[in-house]
Nanobody, 121 residues
Framework: QVELVESGGGLVQPGGSLRLSCVVS????????MGWYRQAPGKQREFVAD???????NIIDSVKARFTISRDNAKKTVYLQINRLEPEDTAIYYC???????????????WGQGTQVTVSS
């Protein structure tokens, strides 16, 4: 069993900052890519950022100047630092990871349950 628990969301005023965290636990051999998606009200879920085990990152252009993704492999945790929040950032943010549960096993994708980020004055 693999579990993802997100935290760090909340209600923030425009211009504020948040740091989202996602902790992965369970029977895991290795974690490849770790990332974040978001789903705004009335819109489809969209990719935001991911980070590979070697630290290589990929962030969508629209938020690249304000979002930073990082990970702590020892803690099996991925972070999303969001600065200068805008009302358009309001969404449920979902953690997504690619996990191998044992040596030689295939990589399986897992999702967290999401954490709400609301940007409003």
């Amino acid at each position: 069993q693999v579990e993802l628990v997100e935290s760090g969301g909340g209600l923030v005023q425009p211009g504020g900052s948040l740091r989202l965290s996602c902790v992965v636990s369970g029977s895991i051999f290795s974690i490849a890519a770790m990332g974040w998606y978001r789903q705004a009200p009335g819109k489809q879920r969209e990719f935001v950022a991911d980070i590979k085990r070697d630290g290589t990152t990929n962030i969508i252009d629209s938020v690249k100047a304000r979002f930073t993704i990082s990970r702590d492999n020892a803690k099996k945790t991925v972070y999303l630092q969001i600065n200068r929040l805008e009302p358009e950032d309001t969404a449920i943010y979902y953690c997504n990871v690619d996990v191998k549960r044992y040596i030689g096993g295939k990589t399986v994708e897992y999702w967290g349950q999401g954490t709400q980020v609301t940007v409003s004055s």
